[in-house]
């Protein structure tokens, strides 16, 4: 039975040729889109003139060969690559859900976040969830959000709480920060720091400052403790963080990793007094539903802390 409050205005656009939209808008043309698409250049201006007459707007400027987005195409291509997204997974989730053998639940996780942390993360799901099998897949930040795009991951997680363009994002938990050092640091026999203490010592970071949220929450951090901090960049990408002071034994690094030795002795992870809280946050695909997801992004005590100061929003 229809809906009465909707009308056949408000009908969604046909997946089909929203898939066809993108196509001319991202080759910025129809004869480019035509070939990628296998269709004739006739098959593919009748596609989108159906388009443009469902949604009563002109989606191109035709200037001769050349052709641009209006307004509402710019409208619609921010918001299309999502919806087809979605599409997608919702197709694999019904088929999943008639398979024997169901497709493991995805979760990426930046190198910023360990996989003692993510395994942490995941309880809700082991224990609500027993009959899901979990697949967790390090991914580099720059890679998180195709993969969700392109239904590769299901959620990612990261430190962060901007949320990116085009995608649906919480922050669910909470770490305190701590120090690594490498053994031979004078620093390696000291007890709880404070983080004045680490005025004049170089920080090994991950990526510059502009490039990375953790990053700049490092860089924020030391500048609220009143000193402007010397950072190097990591040449060895993608391994734990406890060892980015094995190639810098003069400097130090920010981790989460529990206090105590590391790397069989080689590193020591020290507490900070009153340690700032960096986040977790997750990131999904907007208009899609999973009942593990909901169980995974449900934020509960023990991944928050009241110390959290670090002056960035929880919500």
């Known amino acids: 039975m229809s809906n009465p409050a909707v009308s056949l205005?408000?009908?969604?656009?046909?997946?089909?040729?929203?898939?066809?939209?993108?196509?001319?808008a991202e080759c910025a043309g129809f004869s480019r889109a035509a070939q990628q698409l296998h269709l004739s250049q006739q098959a593919l201006s009748s596609s989108i003139a159906k388009l443009e007459k469902q949604l009563d707007t002109k989606l191109f400027d035709r200037t001769g060969r050349r052709i641009s987005l209006t307004p509402a195409g710019v409208a619609l291509q921010e918001g299309a690559t999502g919806l087809l997204a979605a599409g997608q997974i919702l197709l694999r989730q019904v088929r999943d859900a008639a398979a024997a053998n169901r497709t493991p639940f995805v979760v990426a996780h930046t190198p910023a976040i360990?996989?003692?942390?993510?395994?942490?993360l995941l309880a809700p799901v082991r224990i609500g969830r027993p009959d899901v099998s979990l697949t967790v897949a390090q991914t580099f930040p720059s890679e998180l959000e195709s993969a969700l795009v392109h239904g590769s991951v299901d959620v990612a997680l990261r430190r962060g709480v901007a949320v990116p363009h085009g995608l649906a994002a919480a922050v669910i938990g909470y770490h305190p920060l701590r120090v690594a050092v490498a053994a031979s640091h004078p620093l390696a026999t000291a007890g709880t720091l404070t983080l004045d203490r680490l005025r004049h010592e170089r920080i090994v970071v991950w990526a510059p400052p502009g490039a990375s949220f953790y990053t700049d929450f490092i860089l924020s951090t030391c500048r609220r403790a009143g000193f402007e901090p010397g950072l190097v960049v990591d040449r060895v990408q993608g391994t734990p963080p406890v060892t980015a002071v094995v190639d810098y034994p003069d400097a130090v690094a920010f981790v989460t990793a529990p206090a105590g030795p590391a790397l069989g002795g080689r590193v020591r992870v020290l507490d900070l007094a009153d340690p700032p809280m960096t986040p977790i946050q997750a990131l999904w695909l907007p208009h899609t539903r999973s009942a593990v997801r909901d169980l995974l992004t449900t934020v509960t005590s023990d991944r928050t802390d009241s110390r959290a100061t670090d002056g960035y929003s929880r919500t």
């Open 9 to 24: 205005g408000d009908e969604p656009p046909d997946l089909r040729r929203l898939q066809h939209f993108l196509c001319v």
């Open 114 to 120: 360990t996989a003692d942390e993510v395994h942490t």
